[in-house]
């Protein structure tokens, strides 16, 4: 087990270990995790989307296009273009799935696991825009089994 002295002199080692022993020492027990961490894993794509020399903005474009459509469609929202706004924030959403799925990093678009990121981005994104679609009144999109549904379900 490789073990190092700090200039601090507290001892590190590089393999997985387990809790301390008596004399404060790391001793390497099993293949587990350590008991006690002291950070945490960055998301698998969550280094920067650009170089490190550049401003903090464009090392983080792909959050800001996301982010900023969803602002620009809860202003059209407010502004009373209720379907457009709810539109626009669906399909940023679904653009973050897709950008997540391209691009090899994202910055903090990156939470979880590629697959969770992508699904959880798709599957709220995809919901939003149906809802939007479905909005009463003159639905732009109808679908007759979903009133079926409700009378079967409500009947008296």
């Known amino acids: 087990m490789p073990v190092e002295e700090t200039r601090d002199g507290e001892p590190t080692v590089r393999d997985a270990v387990s809790a301390p022993d008596a004399e404060g020492r790391p001793r390497r027990v099993t293949r587990r995790f350590p008991l006690f961490t002291r950070d945490t894993a960055r998301p698998e794509g969550g280094g920067r989307a650009a170089p490190g020399d550049a401003p903090a903005?464009?090392?983080?474009?792909?959050?800001?296009?996301?982010?900023?459509?969803?602002a620009l469609g809860l202003l059209l929202t407010a502004f009373d273009a209720f379907r457009p706004g709810t539109l626009l924030i669906g399909a940023a959403l679904l653009a973050g799935a897709v950008l997540r799925w391209m691009l090899p990093d994202v910055g903090m678009l990156a939470v979880r696991s590629r697959f969770t990121d992508i699904a959880t981005y798709g599957a709220l994104g995809l919901a939003i825009v149906l809802l939007a679609l479905m909005a009463q009144?003159?639905?732009w999109l109808k679908m007759p089994f979903l009133k079926d549904i409700l009378h079967f379900t409500v009947s008296k």
């Open 57 to 70: 903005p464009a090392r983080q474009w792909p959050l800001l296009v996301v982010l900023s459509a969803v």
């Open 137 to 139: 009144p003159d639905p």
